[in-house]
């Protein structure tokens, strides 16, 4: 940025290409809705045959250390975490 004159950096600084978001076309919040409650009924039915498959204690403790490590993962990753970056404001 140092070597550039008031003509280049105002074209670098344009607000039209910071990585806001608000120029992004979102999809169909129909098709999220379809999506989702189907992705649910299937998550469903995945547990209730994994839970009703188990059959000694050495399953259920591999289970449990699955669960927790999907709950330590979306807590590492999750965007409200400290550090994550999202409550940096990009543009004026």
Do not use: H
């Not at 009703?52 to 490590?69: K, P, R, Y």
């Amino acid at each position: 940025m140092a070597n550039t004159d008031i003509t280049q950096r105002s074209q670098y600084e344009r607000s039209d290409l910071l990585a806001g978001g608000e120029g992004l076309r979102r999809g169909s919040e129909k098709g999220s809705a379809i999506y989702s409650v189907i992705a649910l009924v299937v998550g469903i039915a995945l547990c209730v045959v994994a839970l009703s498959t188990i059959e000694n204690w050495a399953q259920w403790v591999v289970l449990g250390v699955i669960v927790a490590f999907t709950f330590a993962l979306m807590f590492a990753l999750g965007p409200n975490r400290r550090g994550s970056g999202s409550s940096f404001k990009v543009g004026r």
